[in-house]
Each structure stands twice: as structure tokens, then as C-alpha cells.
């Protein structure tokens, strides 16, 4: 089967720079793409920072709801208070990895209460910086939360009670085979990317998913290969070794692995 892609936003704030979150929606829209987006409850990362507080911000996380895009619960505060790796070891920083149970289960429970009060519903867990570990599951798992957007691998598969759909790219480019996420990061999106990501459009649209539902109906019971977990016990081996080593050039070898 041709690949397909699904297009996360990460980092939905009320602080968020609303120029560029505007043109990437504009963009999704006129493909008709529903992206998952990555929206932090109770933002407190100075990074995150970039436009006045929007006072209307909730109104548009309820509106991008109400046209069909999937909200995440992106932690909690966003604030990076681990130097631990989780699960994924992308980054030896985040919000959650090594933390007590209690303290993760308070900050998932206090952001999902945050989008009840704010009528969104999630299904969906987005960690700040990959950053996550057994404990955060079993914290989720009393939660509302069942698909975990994460992970290294080539197609979306269930496991420790969760389904996972993985997120391998920082940016769509054309693939084989397999389902990919590509993971944009609105607040800092350069020129470029954007003209990139028009242009993948241009001519991809087509296998671009925004129905997670069919997702889990073709893959809510596949179990990753070994070959897909003997890749990801490489790539852990391996990132713990390169710390700079980039997503992208993580799944180029990925690609070639597969
Ligand atoms: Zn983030």
C-alpha cells in the first residue's frame, strides 16, 4: 500500500504566534486536512511566549474541534522539569519522565480538566519534548486518553494498552510505504517550510488521512515486527550515544532499515 502521512501542529497556545498557526490553518483548510494538534492546557514555557495572551484562544481550539481537527492533551504546563529519557529518548528533558506517579497524574488529571471546562475532548496524548515513561501511561490509562501519538515505527500498532500512532518526521516528505506523522512546530516555522509544505500538498493531498477512526479499524490490533522494535532498540542504543542527532536523519535510516 502507498504511504500516507498525518500532519501534527505542536504547541497550541494562548500565547502562540497567531500569524503563522493562521497560515498553516489556511494552508490544512484548502486541502481540507485535519491535523492533530498538540494543545498545552495551562502554558508556563517562556518559549511559548511569542504573541500577547489571547483571550479568544480557547474559542478557536473549540472551533478547529467543531471542523474536524484532533485535540491533544500536550502535558500539562510545557515546562521542562526532567533531565531524565523516557520510553522515547528523543530528549533528556520534558515535563514528565522519571516524575512521581502522583505528580503525573495530578498534572494529566489538572490539564484534562482544564479542556472539560473548556468543552474539548481528547482521546489523544502529545508528550512535551517525546518526553514520557511507563508511569505516564499508567497515569493516562485512568484517563480519557488511548492513542499515543509517538514512537518510532513504520506504521501505526497497539500496545500496553494503548494504540499508537507514530510520529517519525519533523516535516512531510514522500515516502514508500508505511504511515507517517509529520510533526510542525507553527511557532517557529520558518519561510521555507511553509512553501514545503504547500508544495507536498500540491501533489499529496490525496494521502494525507485525517480520519483517525479508520486508523484504528486497520491497525487497532497489529503488533510491532521485530524488526520495528529492533530498530528502535538500535536507535535508543544510538541517541543515547548522539545527542544531537536529528529526527530526520533518524528515519532516513529508518527508511532504509524497513
Ligand atoms: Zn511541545
Same mark, same amino acid.
Given at each position: 500500500?502507498?504511504?500516507?502521512?498525518?500532519?501534527?501542529l505542536?504547541?497550541?497556545?494562548? @500565547?502562540m504566534d497567531r500569524k503563522k498557526w493562521k497560515r498553516i490553518e489556511e494552508i490544512l483548510?484548502h486541502?481540507?486536512?485535519?491535523?492533530?494538534?498538540?494543545?498545552?492546557?495551562?502554558?508556563?514555557?517562556? *518559549?511559548?511566549?511569542i504573541?500577547?495572551?489571547?483571550?479568544?484562544?480557547?474559542?478557536?481550539?473549540?472551533?478547529? *474541534?467543531?471542523?474536524? +481537527?484532533?485535540?491533544? %492533551?500536550?502535558?500539562?504546563? /510545557?515546562?521542562?522539569? @526532567? =533531565?531524565?529519557?523516557?520510553?522515547?529518548?528523543?530528549?533528556?528533558?520534558?515535563?514528565?519522565?522519571?516524575?512521581?506517579?502522583?505528580?503525573?497524574?495530578?498534572?494529566? %488529571? &489538572?490539564?484534562?480538566?482544564? #479542556?472539560?471546562?473548556?468543552?474539548?475532548?481528547?482521546?489523544?496524548?502529545?508528550?512535551?519534548?517525546?518526553?514520557?515513561? /511507563? =508511569? @505516564?501511561?499508567?497515569?493516562?490509562?485512568?484517563?480519557?486518553?488511548?492513542?499515543?501519538?509517538?514512537?518510532?515505527? /513504520? !506504521?501505526?500498532?497497539?500496545?500496553?494498552?494503548?494504540?499508537?500512532?507514530?510520529?517519525?518526521?519533523s516535516s512531510l516528505i514522500? &515516502?514508500?510505504?508505511?504511515? +507517517?506523522?509529520a510533526?510542525y512546530h507553527p511557532n517557529t516555522i520558518g519561510e521555507k517550510e511553509f512553501e514545503d509544505l504547500e508544495r507536498f500538498l500540491s501533489?499529496?493531498?490525496?494521502?494525507? %488521512?485525517?480520519?483517525?477512526?479508520?486508523?484504528?479499524?486497520?491497525?487497532?490490533?497489529?503488533?510491532?515486527?521485530?524488526? !520495528?522494535?529492533?530498530? #528502535?532498540?538500535?536507535? #535508543?542504543?544510538?541517541?543515547?550515544? *548522539? =545527542?544531537? =542527532?536529528?529526527?530526520?536523519?533518524? @528515519?532516513?535510516?529508518?527508511?532504509?532499515? %524497513?
Amino acid at each position: 500500500m502507498e504511504a500516507r502521512y498525518i500532519v501534527r501542529l505542536d504547541d497550541a497556545c494562548a @500565547t502562540m504566534d497567531r500569524k503563522k498557526w493562521k497560515r498553516i490553518e489556511e494552508i490544512l483548510d484548502h486541502y481540507s486536512i485535519s491535523p492533530i494538534v498538540a494543545v498545552i492546557p495551562s502554558n508556563q514555557d517562556p *518559549q511559548m511566549r511569542i504573541d500577547p495572551e489571547d483571550e479568544l484562544f480557547w474559542d478557536r481550539v473549540r472551533a478547529w *474541534q467543531a471542523k474536524g +481537527w484532533h485535540i491533544a %492533551l500536550h502535558g500539562f504546563e /510545557h515546562r521542562y522539569v @526532567t =533531565q531524565s529519557r523516557g520510553i522515547i529518548p528523543m530528549n533528556a528533558y520534558g515535563e514528565f519522565s522519571s516524575r512521581p506517579l502522583e505528580e503525573q497524574k495530578e498534572k494529566i %488529571l &489538572q490539564g484534562l480538566a482544564i #479542556f472539560a471546562k473548556e468543552g474539548i475532548e481528547t482521546k489523544i496524548w502529545v508528550a512535551p519534548a517525546h518526553n514520557f515513561d /511507563h =508511569q @505516564t501511561l499508567e497515569a493516562l490509562r485512568e484517563s480519557s486518553i488511548q492513542i499515543i501519538s509517538d514512537g518510532i515505527a /513504520h !506504521e501505526p500498532y497497539h500496545e500496553r494498552g494503548f494504540f499508537w500512532i507514530p510520529c517519525q518526521l519533523s516535516s512531510l516528505i514522500p &515516502q514508500k510505504s508505511g504511515l +507517517w506523522s509529520a510533526c510542525y512546530h507553527p511557532n517557529t516555522i520558518g519561510e521555507k517550510e511553509f512553501e514545503d509544505l504547500e508544495r507536498f500538498l500540491s501533489s499529496h493531498s490525496h494521502s494525507v %488521512l485525517s480520519d483517525l477512526s479508520s486508523l484504528e479499524g486497520l491497525y487497532g490490533h497489529r503488533k510491532r515486527t521485530l524488526k !520495528e522494535r529492533f530498530y #528502535f532498540y538500535a536507535y #535508543f542504543l544510538n541517541r543515547r550515544r *548522539q =545527542q544531537n =542527532q536529528t529526527l530526520q536523519k533518524i @528515519t532516513s535510516r529508518l527508511r532504509r532499515f %524497513l
